[in-house]
T-cell receptor, first 110, second 115 residues
């Protein structure tokens, strides 16, 4: 993608394990956000990290941002079946448009 | 507060027709953005409206247009539909800010199928 990438494309882990997803982008950003999408609840905002921040936590979520490498990661600890969903990173570029990654499909096996 | 609502939820059209999709933002939100989601291209930004004015526009042809009403409700219109317009169209609203919007609250989407 000319805009950026997410990896892995798909991830399947056992319940209770940790899941890590990575996002890379190519432009300068104002902030980077992570969203979750599943059929039940649609697209839901999880966490936002600003360009001058390096790490942020929210419950079982930990997000890091490395602007020098133009990359971010999302860590979900102690995964649950309800975490099964697609996860998207999205970054607000200098034109204040939200550009989206391709997403990581996460499956939590019971 | 009620969430973002979109109507209709599902729509089937034929090539060449036009379609209008509607979005009601969360009460008090003044910014509404539209996105197209397809398996091939993923999520792509269409446009954003704030206080009845288009504030930002993505890279889509002029067949895609939108508007926002004084009550912040928004509509998007696609004219001369093509097969490739088949997608999930998502609307999102944001808290009232003069500056750029950040956290977005999404509706369930309208799934459009063009035959």
């Amino acid at each position: 993608s000319q805009q950026g990438e997410e990896d892995p494309q798909a991830l399947s882990i056992q319940e209770g394990e940790n899941a890590t997803m990575n996002c890379s982008y190519k432009t300068s950003i104002n902030n980077l956000q992570w969203y979750r999408q599943n059929s039940g609840r649609g697209l839901v905002h999880l966490i936002l990290i600003r360009s001058n921040e390096r790490e942020k936590h929210s419950g079982r979520l930990r997000v890091t941002l490395d602007t020098s490498k133009k990359s971010s990661s999302l860590l979900i600890t102690a995964s649950r079946a309800a975490d099964t969903a697609s996860y998207f990173c999205a970054w607000m570029d200098s034109n204040y448009q939200l550009i989206w990654g391709a997403g990581t499909k996460l499956i939590i096996k019971p | 507060k009620a969430g973002v609502t979109q109507t209709p939820r599902y729509l089937i059209k034929t090539r060449g027709q036009q379609v209008t999709l509607s979005c009601s933002p969360i009460s008090g939100h003044r910014s509404v953005s539209w996105y197209q989601q397809t398996p091939g291209q993923g999520l792509q930004f269409l446009f954003e409206y704030f206080s009845e004015t288009q504030r930002n526009k993505g890279n889509f042809p002029g067949r895609f247009s939108g508007r926002q009403f004084s009550n912040s409700r928004s509509e998007m219109n696609v004219s001369t539909l093509e097969l490739g317009d088949s997608a999930l169209y998502l609307c999102a609203s944001s808290l009232p800010k003069i500056g750029p919007q950040e956290t977005q609250y999404f509706g369930p989407g309208t799934r459009l199928l063009v035959l």
